[in-house]
């Protein structure tokens, strides 16, 4: 059973870049079937999602965050990760890494991870 | 961009049904996915592709979705089953949520 696990700083000054990291366990991020994604919910609010990345690299990205997002995959280790560039407050929320599956839903999360923009 | 439409609060009492819609243009033709939120822990899927249950999720749990409305039907609503409840679909535009839904069991 595929598992994620996010870490990254939990604090970004802003305009600064935040920067996230997946980590694969029970599975490999190379099998096919997978999108691994990245979803936002900011506090107290609803889920907002980010974008995905399949294992060949190909990306899709929400519109409203397209020019500021990146998603890239490290096969070598198994994880893949969120860059968000020109952060400000706005961007504060618990970010998750999820697996979409060719059902299109989201079937595995991980635990989540609250990032907050702040001076 | 797509919207999704969803009650702000469902009530239910204890052992009987709960219905958490989720308003769409046209939503019958999309594949609506469900989560349910507890508070401080991540979504969970609980049905997906209308009306399919993932392994593990009780039977208590069934979707629908026809025309406008997709609907998510808690029977034998349980004091566990109170949480935030998210439809979602995929759109030209991407992943699209719907506002949420909290229900409480009383």
Redesign the interface.
């Known amino acids: 059973q595929v598992q994620l696990q996010e870490s990254g700083p939990g604090l970004v000054k802003p305009s600064q870049t935040l920067s996230l990291t997946c980590t694969v366990s029970g599975g490999s991020i190379s099998s096919g079937g997978y999108y691994w994604s990245w979803i936002r919910q900011h506090p107290g609010k609803g889920l907002e999602w980010i974008g995905y990345i399949y294992y060949s690299g190909s990306t899709y990205y929400n519109p409203s965050l397209k020019s500021r997002v990146t998603i890239s995959v490290d096969t070598s280790k198994n994880q893949f990760s969120l860059k968000l560039s020109s952060v400000t407050a706005a961007d504060t929320a618990v970010y998750y890494c999820a697996t979409r599956t060719n059902s299109g839903a989201f079937d595995i999360w991980g635990q989540g991870t609250m990032v907050t923009v702040s001076s | 961009?797509y919207e999704l439409t969803q009650p702000l609060s469902v009530s239910v009492a204890l052992g009987q049904t709960a219905r958490i819609t989720c308003g769409g243009n046209n939503i019958g033709s999309k594949?609506v996915?469900w989560?349910q939120q507890k508070p401080g822990?991540?979504?969970?899927?609980v049905i997906?592709?209308d009306s399919?249950r993932?392994s593990g999720i009780p039977e208590r749990f069934s979707g629908s979705n026809s025309g406008n409305t997709a609907t998510l039907t808690i029977s034998r609503a349980q004091a566990g089953d109170e949480a935030d409840y998210?439809c979602?679909?995929?759109d030209s535009?991407?992943?699209?949520?719907?506002?949420?839904t909290k229900l409480t069991v009383l």
């Open positions: 961009s594949n996915h989560y822990q991540a979504p969970v899927l997906y592709r399919n993932p998210y979602q679909v995929w535009s991407g992943g699209v949520f719907g506002g949420g």
